[in-house]
């Protein structure tokens, strides 16, 4: 069973700097494909960073980029969300999100999984 517990969310200054942290268990985690998402109040969730099981792809929103940094560590079964130069408009619930690849009978199938979203707050 997969589960995502993310934490290192807070309250912090407009300018200020949070890492979120999300730690997962499960079998094989350096085979998934991990990312980041947010929600603000009264809008849809939103793709903030991918980051694929061999490191080679990293993606970006463009709101994000340069200002943010998607990592892992595999032998923590970790996903991190460095994030610098914060901004107001940077409040959000953060969530992580797995896709994990399973096989079962000879048939692959794709998982998605979310954990329960970690609240940033960034003051003006």
């Known amino acids: 069973q997969v589960q995502l517990v993310e934490s290192g969310g807070g309250l912090v200054q407009a300018g200020g700097s949070l890492r979120l942290s999300c730690a997962a268990s499960g079998r094989a985690f350096s085979s998934w494909d991990l990312g980041w998402y947010r929600q603000a109040p009264g809008k849809e969730r939103e793709f903030v960073a991918s980051i694929d099981w061999s490191e080679d792809d990293l993606t970006y929103a463009d709101f994000v980029k340069g200002r943010f940094t998607i990592s892992r560590d595999n032998d923590r079964s970790t996903v991190y969300l460095q994030m610098n130069s914060l901004k107001p408009e940077d409040t959000a619930i953060y969530y992580c999100?797995?896709?994990?690849?399973?096989?079962?009978?000879?048939?692959?199938?794709?998982?998605?999984?979310w954990g329960q979203g970690a609240q940033v707050t960034v003051s003006s």
């Open positions: 999100h797995a896709v994990v690849l399973e096989s079962k009978a000879s048939v692959d199938y794709e998982y998605e999984y």
